[in-house]
């Protein structure tokens, strides 16, 4: 089955500067990539996803690179802010008959003042 | 417009008890999945169903587990004879179609067997 790696498994950036969280997976066929955010007693908020057919995804201060060849994605976040402060999964979607997920081991983010 | 929902949000059973958790997904979505999540660790996925029909279960322990999501009422997620290896955050996804949909999260259940 798919396998995905993440790392790093804590960062703790500045405010103001940027954070980038790596995710590598296993199946060449797969073709979804979301990245969802978990704050403390919540679930997991969706807050940017790619599709297999782009390399690159955009949104304000979030952005997500993928690289089909070497099977490695990748979150961006630009200018954080305290509030970024969460854990961030990365997760992957194959083309089976089944809609499942399967996720990073996350990481936590802590953004200082 | 109201999001995934569950409840309920914790619940407490001793070993040997039933957990029943419930998940309504949002409106108009017609598919919904099952994961579950040990303490810092990723999610991991159990069931997907669509109304009356289990799809995919493979992520489900064999026994003692059990997914439902009927045509009237909500996805229920039962659990006979706890034990506290069973002890997790499980969360219920939503999505309007299938394959290639999004999925939307509910705030989830935390399950404690004592």
């Known amino acids: 089955g798919e396998n995905v790696e993440q790392h790093p498994s804590t960062l703790s950036v500045q405010e103001g500067d940027s954070a980038v969280i790596k995710c590598t997976y296993s199946?060449?066929?797969?073709?979804?990539f979301p990245w969802y955010k978990q704050e403390l007693g919540k679930g997991p908020q969706l807050i940017i996803d790619?599709?297999?057919?782009?390399g690159e995804k955009k949104d304000q201060r979030i952005a997500v690179t993928l690289n089909k060849t070497a099977k490695h994605f990748s979150l961006h976040i630009t200018e954080t802010q305290p509030e970024d402060s969460a854990v961030y999964f990365c997760?992957?979607?194959?083309?089976?008959?089944?809609?499942?997920?399967?996720f990073g081991t996350g990481t936590r983010l802590q953004v200082t003042l | 417009n109201a999001g995934v929902m569950q409840n309920p949000r914790h619940l407490v059973r001793r070993r040997g008890q039933e957990a029943r958790l419930r998940c309504s997904p949002m409106?108009?979505?017609?598919?919904v999945y099952w994961y579950r999540q040990l303490p810092e660790e990723g999610l991991k996925f159990m069931v997907y169903?669509?109304?009356?029909?289990?799809?995919?279960e493979s992520g489900m322990p064999k026994e003692r587990f059990s997914a439902e999501f009927p045509k009237e009422g909500p996805s229920i997620l039962r659990i006979q004879q706890v034990v506290r290896g069973d002890s997790a955050a499980y969360f219920c996804?939503?999505?309007?179609?299938?394959?290639?949909?999004?999925?939307?999260f509910g705030p989830g259940t935390r399950l404690l067997v004592l």
């Open positions: 409106k108009g979505h017609s598919h």
């Open positions: 199946d060449s066929a797969s073709n979804y």
């Open positions: 997760a992957v979607r194959g083309t089976g008959t089944a809609s499942k997920l399967t």
């Open positions: 996804a939503s999505s309007p179609q299938g394959k290639g949909e999004t999925q939307y």
């Open positions: 790619i599709r297999s057919n782009v």
């Open positions: 169903l669509q109304k009356e029909n289990i799809i995919d």
